[in-house]
T-cell receptor
């Protein structure tokens, strides 16, 4: 069975600080990887996705993620966070059509 | 294109009742998945329907069921509600691009069981 582990439950940063959120997954086959964001009171939105090819993928709002196959990791990064990045972030793995497995989420609080 | 729509947005029920939630996927998407989101368990996959057939199923009791209609709209039913069923129920509409499945989420239905 697939599983996804997000390293941090709650991260607090000041504006302009750099962000890295860890995500590791457990699955032996080919997977597609996603990061979603859920702003307060809003629905899940796709930040970025990895299917194949270049392991460094860029998403919306300046986010990027790197897929390291040997480490089963897909960490999310942003060089300089803003107050508006305050949200909950979810890493997800998909290896079977419409069935995705999500991590527990990381709550990011950015202090102005 | 219009996004994924879910109705109702909020629902309050009492223990023992049953509830039906509805989801309309993005036009042209034939796959609809349902997830339960709670603070303690996070996002848990319930089931997926594709062309009116259940294609994948999560580890939820039989009280949770669903169906899909010929227009791809989907409904989810929970019978004999329990307090622990209080959650945000998310519907996701999926399509297969050339490289893999992409999911688009609706705003959810917030179910409160009293």
């Amino acid at each position: 069975a697939q599983s996804v582990s997000q390293h941090n439950h709650h991260v607090i940063l000041s504006e302009a600080a750099s962000l890295e959120l860890g995500c590791n997954y457990s699955y032996g086959g080919t997977v597609n990887l996603f990061w979603y964001v859920q702003y307060p009171g809003q629905h899940l939105q796709l930040l970025l996705k990895y299917f194949s090819g270049d392991p460094l993928v860029k998403g919306i709002k300046g986010f990027e993620a790197e897929f390291i196959k040997s480490k089963f990791s897909f960490n999310l990064r942003k060089p300089s966070v803003q107050w508006s990045d305050t949200a909950e972030y979810f890493c997800a793995v998909n290896a079977n059509a419409g069935k995705s497995t999500f991590g527990d989420g990381t709550t990011l609080t950015v202090k102005p | 294109k219009a996004g994924v729509t879910q109705t109702p947005r909020y629902l309050i029920k009492t223990r023992g009742q049953q509830v039906t939630l509805s989801c309309s996927p993005i036009s042209g998407h034939r796959s609809v998945s349902w997830y339960q989101q709670t603070p303690g368990q996070g996002l848990q996959f319930l089931f997926e329907y594709f062309s009116e057939t259940q294609r994948n199923k999560g580890n939820f009791p039989g009280r949770f069921s669903g169906r899909q209609f010929s227009n791809s709209r989907s409904e989810m039913n929970v019978s004999t509600l329990e307090l622990g069923d209080s959650a945000l129920y998310l519907c996701a509409s999926s399509f297969l691009s050339g490289r893999g499945y992409e999911q688009f989420f609706g705003p959810g239905t917030r179910l409160t069981v009293l």
